[in-house]
């Protein structure tokens, strides 16, 4: 007797995915079961092998044909689309929506899904090459949003999609929160993160509107494990906008926010060498007394330039990678340097090779401190050949005299602006490339001249990118 098959459509879960799923029976009906095996259609094409078995009531209940189970179209309900569309008035773009429902014609072999975008819900015919199924936080980035499809064809359309996810989640390459950061790299039009757009609860199976920044905020801190900024607050949950209170930690015995002291010491992960060192109990008064009185100038001097330092990290504290830069920046200030007083920083590497360049001791000192860990090892020279070996890591291309002004730490000195820091395309790159000796660490190869910012955005990149070398 040839083995029957029976399909149907199945809810979230029951064939080991997070949305609905197309199985098929194997098997006859046998003590009131059938043997399930899950389809491969739809958004789970790419999925193994997967069997179980289910009651006969819901196969049959729940049953389909064969040509809407290949389609797999009702695998999509509730997911996150970028699907091509034709607004009133306007030409073919792509818009972003999700489904809230399907309709299947077995006379035609056609179908359409009902699709929530912004303004109001609309059907659009399902056609598997002109939509693309996309994780939340793609989603609320929205790269090609309202762009013709003749100016971006599908395979564009899906490359952009995972670049920007590559960007946003740090898929071999850093993480940024910024999606004004991660849009202008691809040359797309920047989002409000102020407004609302659908997403689909399967748990209540009901259509919310959420703000594009609380969606980024809970992926981006929530989900992927990151600190969050100070201030910020972060829901628990993806449907409970409404973020949650803040930690008993985050408060002094009296309930009185932390100092900025204290909130920096918060970021010290493994940079405790920088903070500076408790006098010793064994110390007189006299000498405690006498150092405190000659530390005061010094103290006075650097007042003003770390309150400049304070607010600026409190409006980037959007940004955690920034502040954290930051702090290691103004714990760097307080550290007593220029007392030469350098026993709380790490030293660096005592013999380097004769070479075109050549650091001072404060330079060694500095890049002990400003990298104490991965770049510890390392003399001027090594430095600066693997900042330059590992171009491909950095939204800037480190040339040879930015490398070197960037390991001094002596901007004014040597010409070098935030802008040199600033991200480029692949394109600038190539003429950088092309123009210029990248293997020349001489002080013959001059620097380039740096982008102009055309807003504020723009030297926020730069700030952004500039710390990821830090």
């Known amino acids: 007797m040839a083995e029957s098959s029976r399909y149907a459509l199945f809810k979230p879960d029951v064939l080991e995915t997070v949305g609905y799923a197309y199985g098929r029976a194997t098997s006859t009906e046998r003590q009131g079961v059938y043997d399930v095996e899950r389809l491969a259609s739809g958004r789970w094409v790419d999925l193994g092998a997967f069997a179980t078995q289910r009651g006969a009531a819901e196969v049959e209940r729940r049953g389909v044909t064969e040509e809407e189970a290949l389609s797999g179209i009702g695998t999509y309900v509730g997911s996150a689309l970028c699907v091509a569309r034709v607004p009133p008035g306007k030409p073919k773009v792509w818009d972003y929506g999700v489904v809230a429902g399907y309709t299947w014609c077995d006379r035609t072999i056609t179908g359409t899904l009902q699709i929530t975008f912004i303004e109001g819900t609309s059907n659009v015919a399902f056609v598997k090459e002109e939509l693309q199924d996309l994780v939340i936080a793609t989603y609320a980035l929205r790269p090609c949003q309202m762009r013709g499809t003749a100016d971006i064809m599908p395979a564009e359309m899906r490359s952009l999609h995972a670049a920007a996810h590559g960007h946003f989640n740090g898929v071999g390459e850093p993480a940024r929160r910024s999606s004004t950061t991660v849009l202008k790299k691809l040359t797309m039009n920047l989002i409000d993160e102020s407004q609302a757009v659908p997403v689909y609860n399967l748990d209540k199976t009901r259509i919310e509107f959420l703000k594009i920044e609380h969606i980024l905020n809970y992926v ?42 204290e909130r920096m010491h918060q970021h010290y992960d493994s940079d405790d060498d920088l903070a500076p060192a408790e006098p010793s109990r064994g110390d ?102 693997t900042m330059q070996s590992q171009a491909k890591n950095f939204d800037y291309l480190p040339h040879p005299g930015v490398a070197r002004g960037f390991y001094g730490w002596d901007f004014s000195f040597r010409g070098l602006t935030i802008r040199h820091f600033a991200p480029m395309d692949v394109e600038v790159e190539r003429e950088y490339l092309r123009r210029y000796d990248m293997t020349d660490f001489s002080s013959k190869n001059k620097l380039p001249e740096p982008q102009r910012a055309s807003d504020l955005a723009d030297v926020l990149a730069a700030l952004e990118v500039l710390g990821i070398g830090v």
């Open 220 to 261: 981006f801190y929530q989900e992927g494990r990151r600190r969050a900024p100070q201030g910020m607050d972060v829901a628990a949950s993806l449907f409970a906008p409404d973020a949650k209170p803040g930690r008993a930690d985050d408060h002094g015995p009296h309930g009185h926010n932390s100092t900025d002291a």
């Open 284 to 385: 007189r008064p006299s000498e405690r007394a006498k150092r405190g009185r000659d530390e005061l100038p010094v103290e006075a001097a650097s007042n003003q330039g770390d309150s400049r330092l304070t607010a600026l990290r409190r409006r980037l504290e959007d940004d955690p990678e920034m502040v954290r830069d930051i702090v290691q920046l103004i714990a760097f200030r307080q550290s007593n340097l220029s007392n030469g007083s350098a026993s709380s920083l790490v030293n660096t590497a005592t013999t380097e090779p004769k070479s075109q360049f050549r650091s001072s001791r404060q330079q060694g000192i500095v890049h002990g401190a400003m990298t104490n860990g991965k770049y510890f090892s390392l003399d001027a020279q090594l430095f600066v050949e």
